[in-house]
């Protein structure tokens, strides 16, 4: 599924003035509830970031094996958009929120993404990310487009070390529905640059022309 414009998420927001920057541009920003991230946040910091966000800017609350109430922590503090998976979540498990969902699998030689991803038919879209094996996201790394399989079923985004100097040609060679970045866009851990994600998202723009 070809989209007829790119869309994006900028993750790993920690600070207002990050995710108001975001805002000028992308569709979505992401807050991590992973407690081993260093992009980690509460969701009283959540919450009090997306109120802060114009309409149409969607929060995601991403997690990496989570248990059922730390899901419902984070939804009571500020009912998310859409709700990320990017650990070993089942599908019954990623489908019990009544939010929409994405789930990410990591990429690398040997993994069969369509087999990892068709259980979870029921997500709004599925996200791909490099692999790294004591990291979920954010790790900086790219990974060989090659791995991703050719005319996905579901809508997917394509992560993992992407920054201005190769999102263009990410989206030209993969047509992915969605790009997602984080490290690519930030001075220091969990610190974007304003100037980096203006230029990331001209990037997309650029490409989608």
Known sequence: MRPSRTRIKVCGITRLEDGLAAAQGADAIGFIFWPKSERFVTPDTMASIARRMPAFVDAVAVFVNPSV??????????PASTLQFHGEETPGFCAQFD?????????KPGVDLLECLLPYQEASGWMIDAFHDQIYGGTGR????KLVPRDLPRP???SGGLTVDNVVDAVRTMHPWGVDVSSGVEVAKGIKDPAKIAAFIEGVRLADV
């Open 156 to 158: 997917w985004m394509l």
């Open 142 to 145: 790219s990974f060989d487009w």
């Open 69 to 78: 109430t730390e899901v419902e922590v984070v939804l009571r503090a500020w």
């Open 99 to 107: 939010r929409p969902w994405i789930k990410a699998v990591r990429a």
